[in-house]
Structure formats: C-alpha cells, structure tokens
C-alpha cells in the first residue's frame, strides 16, 4: 500500500475538481487505481468518509451493499469479528473485493486496535504494552520491534490501518489512560521518541498508523471516561502544547498517517466543543499549528461524551463540519454494532453536502486524503 499523499492527494484533488453544485446524485470525473475515469454521486462522495462496524463473523449483506455502491470508506474490526486468521483474510478478501468492483474501484481501508497488552484485537503482536515498553531501559528498540511486530501482523490479514498507537501522556498512576497500560510514560519526550520509533516501523511494512487521542489524555482521571460520559479538561494552554501535544509533534515528523481526535472538550482551546467536533482543534491546532497533513478520524460516534450533541447523524455531520475526514461509526460496546449507523451518518452527510450545510470545497479535500490513503 503506497503513502505517497500529498502528491496523491493532489492528483485526486484535481479529479474530484469537476464537482459542483446541483442534485443529490449529481457525479464527478475521478480516477482509479489504473487512471480510468469514473464518477462519483454525491454518496459516494460522503461515504468516503464513513468507517462501518459490525457485529459476528460475516459482514453483514447491507455493509456489502454499501461497499459495492463506492458508499464505504472503510470497516473497523473488532475482537468479536474475528474467529482465526483464516477466517479474517477470507472477510477482508470479501470486502475488499466488494470494494474493488464499486465504482470508486479503490480497496477499503481495513482499521483496527492493535496497541499491544491488554488492546489486541488479533493474537500476537504487539505483546508489550505501551508501559511496558516506556518503563524498559530499550524502549526506543522495542517500541520499533512493536511497532514492526504490529505491521507484519496485521498486514497478514489484510488489515491495512492499526489505530496505534497511543501518544497521551498519563499524569497518575492508575488513571483513565494508564489503568490498561496504554500510555508510554508520563514524560511527553518518552511518548515522543517510542511513538515516532512505533510509527516509522510500523509504516514501514505498509500498515498506516494512527496517533490517538490529540490533543491528549493523559490527564484524564479513571472516572473521565470518555466513552460514557462528557469530560472537559481544565488545562492551560501552555500545558496542553508543551506536554500533551509533544507526541504528537512527533508523529508529525515522523509521518504519521492519520491523527485520532479525543471526545474531551479542552477550555483553553474550544470550551463549547470535544475536540473531535472542534474545528478549532482539527483546523486551527492540528493543521494549523502541528501541519498535519493526513486523514483525521474521530473516536467512535456513539461515546457518552458526545451524546449532549444530538442525533447520530446531527454529530456525523458536526464532526465533518469540523474537519474530520473519517466518522468512525462504531458503538463503545463492540456486540452492539450495526451497518445501519454508519448508514445513518451516510445518509445525513449526503443531505448535508446536497443542501449546503456542509461546504463541497472541504467534502472534496476530505475525500481526496482519503482516497489517497486507500491507494
């Protein structure tokens, strides 16, 4: 899998120029992998932008009928999605063949969490936590053997995207982000340098990384838990760009791929808004100030803390208004997943680039990074 993006980017950019204003259904000149000319409806511009989940071992036939439709960005899995390695490859074939014969022809981007310890959706690597790794005297070594281990793993399967790895800096002992020893160290220097070493091995067996959960949290309590309810982090500006966001710089620099927003809502940067809903966040401090060039993806649009925001499809098209490329449709209990969200989310992105709402100029760059990355 080739990450050539911003050349990519531009390419595509250029393709989906034709564009404009009009009906629903209205389609654009793009190309695919082999520079034939397509066309793309306005769905098919929106679900570019929509990461699906399910729930079993098979996807479910309305996923395949979006996928074939060129109405799917990409599916997330989960430990209950899979039975064997076999059986894995056998679904990811499936989809991806789905993927290929839509007309947006492009394979999907396959995500899922391999963070190493206790976050492993497949067995095998990594085996180490991010603790683990930070508290050893080799860290910047193993961190690059995890980072290799998740690749060569995942790519395995077919998996092409590791939502990896974790870059917020814990303040506590025992806290939201150190209680499952997902954090490499409450020193923003070491959850820099592991990090930056996890992605440039990890990238390099052709696996995307992603740095989650910007712009940091770590200093979230165990009780902050964003998945079940609204948390706001009362820290300074100052505190925020020099500890909680190092790491991030970092993967930045590193060329990381994609960027994962927190659902936190952070007062010094935006008091109304969680950070995946914020376009003072996404545009303003990760594009603007950090120069993230890639894809951003939110957490999962079913969480607690973004609940207060509205419906399903009110907060799809929210977090797209803001700047996130990828709406990961994914509920906080894995057995509870459903096609039909991400199609909610569809469906009201569609509407909302139709109508105005959404502006078509942002819908083509977000559709262009990501199209990019999917090839």
Known sequence: MGFRISALVATAMAALAGLGPGARHAAVSTSGGAGLPQQLSMAQLAGQRVVYAYAGLEPPPSLLTAVRAGEAGGVILFSNNVASRAQLRNVVAELQRAALASPVHERLLILTDQEGGEVRRLPGAPILSERQIGESSSGVALARSAGAGAGRNLAGVGVNVNLAPVLDVYREPGDFIDQFARSYSSRPATAASLGGAFIRAQQSTGVAATAKHFPGLGAASTAQNTDLRPVTLNLGLGTLRTVDEAPYRAAVAAGVKLVMTSWAIYPALDAKRPAGLSPIVIQDE?????????????????????????????????????????????????????????????????????????????????????LALRR
Do not use: K, M
Request: aromatic share 2%; charged share 15%; with cysteine.
């Open 286 to 370: 990760l594009r603007g100030r950090l120069g993230f060039r890639g894809v951003t993806i939110t957490d999962g649009i079913e969480a607690g803390a973004v609940r207060p925001f509205g419906s399903l499809a009110r907060r799809g098209v929210l977090a797209a208004g803001a700047g996130s490329d990828l709406v990961l449709c994914a509920a906080t209990n894995p057995a509870q997943n459903t096609p039909q969200d991400g199609l909610t989310v569809l469906h009201a992105l569609t509407a909302a680039i139709s109508d105005g709402q959404l502006g078509l100029a942002s819908a083509r760059q977000a559709a262009a990074r990501i």
